[in-house]
């Protein structure tokens, strides 16, 4: 479904193709449609880094704060769900595939620490595949980290608006470095494909081991 963004009090909805004014400014202002593409998300999976380890709830999101560089703090971390595993290791996500690969102390120390996720039809997740998406995204969602002078996502403002942030496979790779774009900050320490929820937008959660798949997790 097309957004539309009002030019006043830069509300957001997302409504069928159409000419919508704003509910709260009024008939002098139309909504304009922008550019922000929206994720069909597959299963999820939430690993928790707790002990004992915690199933996922609207408790465990956090609010949405800025921790390091275009990376928030809060909110809720899942992977893709890989149930057939990935290319390289058979890992059942792309998470559990790096920490595989490159911090094999994070894996979870079984199966009783993961979860799978069905997210609602209705979730709004921004999704960001490649540089396209991320420059539309910036037009709207963007402020300049005077720490490095570049611009990044503003996504406090984002958590506002929408229900995550979903950063593709594609995206990690080819946005890792954007060396000729001097003045917009690359998603550099993203590491894996994954998706930040500002809010819970789940029908189901079951147990991994209630779910087939390949892998062992270690
Ligand atoms: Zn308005």
Redesign the pocket.
């Known amino acids: 479904m097309p957004i539309y963004r009002?030019?006043?009090?830069?509300?957001v909805v997302s409504l069928p193709e159409g000419t919508y004014y704003?509910?709260?400014?009024g008939p002098a202002?139309i909504m304009q449609p922008i550019q922000i593409k929206l994720a069909e998300l597959k299963p999820q999976l939430y690993c928790s880094r707790r002990e004992p380890p915690k199933p996922p709830s609207p408790q465990e999101i956090q609010p949405i704060r800025r921790w390091v560089i275009n990376k928030p703090e809060g909110g809720l971390w899942t992977s893709t769900f890989l149930p057939s595993g990935d290319e390289v290791y058979g890992m059942c996500s792309d998470w559990l595939r790096w920490c595989k690969s490159d911090m094999p102390d994070w894996l979870p120390k079984s199966e009783d620490y993961c979860w799978v996720l069905y997210p609602s039809d209705d979730a709004e997740v921004v999704e960001v595949d490649d540089l396209e998406d991320y420059l539309q995204l910036l037009k709207y969602y963007s402020w300049l980290n005077p720490v490095t002078n570049k611009k990044e996502i503003n996504f406090a403002r984002l958590a506002r608006d929408f229900d995550g942030f979903h950063l593709t496979e594609n995206g990690v790779w080819k946005l890792r470095h954007l060396w000729e774009y001097p003045d917009i900050e690359s998603f550099y320490g993203w590491d894996c494909e994954s998706t930040v929820w500002f809010r819970w937008k789940f029908d189901v959660v079951r147990p991994l081991k209630a779910v087939p798949h390949s892998c062992k997790i270690r």
């Open positions: 009002c030019p006043k009090c830069c509300r704003c509910r709260f400014c202002f």
